[in-house]
């Protein structure tokens, strides 16, 4: 059973700057996990932010970026807002014979 | 601008089988670049992927589920349905349907649907 780790939770000062990050049981991620980033919201459904590793939505703040750092995918924050505070979700293709998709187990994050 | 609605019961009982359907509005499903999936959360804890579904009516299901799920589409009510078959009261959670990108293919519009809360409960 693959499994995909992000940080249980993270604190940053408003206007700073905070990454997130997941990683793969299978071994380093690569653009072709296609990582995607979710912001959650209690009682909402996720907000996709980030799609295909780096590639913002429309509605995706430019403060949000996504990227490769070490082997794993990242997102960061750059000038975070108090309303940024939220669990964020990654998500992996896995390739091959049985295409599957795994999320994150999640990163609150803490806007304090 | 692409909508998704989830529809169907909001009470199952241990061992029937979950049924529910997505309506797509604002777009067509058919000829659409993009996987319309199923994701689910229970209350408390983080989503899980169930399955895609491509217009074509190709299916992906996630391993741990597989035996119990079957996604389908009907392009022409641009609709898609999940069936989950002998659920218990692990198979409780909040039921998305989304679109979700469909690997090195651009284009991708991400929607997901408001969720409906399914209970498992007899």
């Known amino acids: 059973q693959t499994v995909v780790t992000q940080e249980p939770s993270l604190t940053v000062s408003p206007g700073g700057t905070v990454t997130l990050t997941c990683a793969s049981s299978t071994g380093a991620v690569t653009k072709s996990y296609y990582p995607n980033w979710f912001q959650q919201k209690p009682g909402q459904a996720p907000r996709a932010l980030i799609y295909?590793?780096?590639n913002k939505h429309s509605w995706t703040p430019a403060r949000f970026s996504g990227s490769l750092l070490g082997g794993k995918a990242a997102l960061t924050v750059s000038g975070v807002q108090p309303e940024d505070e939220a669990e964020y979700y990654c998500?992996?293709?896995?390739?091959?014979?049985?295409?599957?998709?795994?999320f994150g187990g999640g990163t609150k994050l803490t806007v304090l | 601008q692409l909508q998704l609605q989830e529809s169907g019961p909001g009470l199952v009982k241990p061992s029937e089988t979950l049924s529910l359907t997505c309506t797509v509005s604002?777009?067509?499903?058919?000829?659409?670049?993009?996987?319309w999936g199923w994701i689910r959360q229970p209350p408390g804890k983080g989503p899980e992927w169930i399955g895609n579904v491509y217009y074509t009516g190709s299916t992906y299901y996630n391993p741990s589920l597989k035996s119990r799920v079957a996604i389908s589409v009907d392009t022409s009510k641009d609709q898609f349905s999940l069936k989950l078959s002998s659920v218990t009261a692990a198979d409780t959670a909040v039921y998305y349907c989304a679109t979700l990108e469909r690997p090195g293919v651009s284009g991708y519009t991400a929607s997901w649907g408001q969720g409906t809360l399914v209970t498992v409960s007899s």
């Open positions: 604002g777009g067509s499903i058919y000829g659409s670049y993009d996987y």
């Open positions: 295909s590793t780096i």
């Open positions: 998500l992996f293709y896995f390739g091959g014979a049985q295409p599957s998709w795994v």
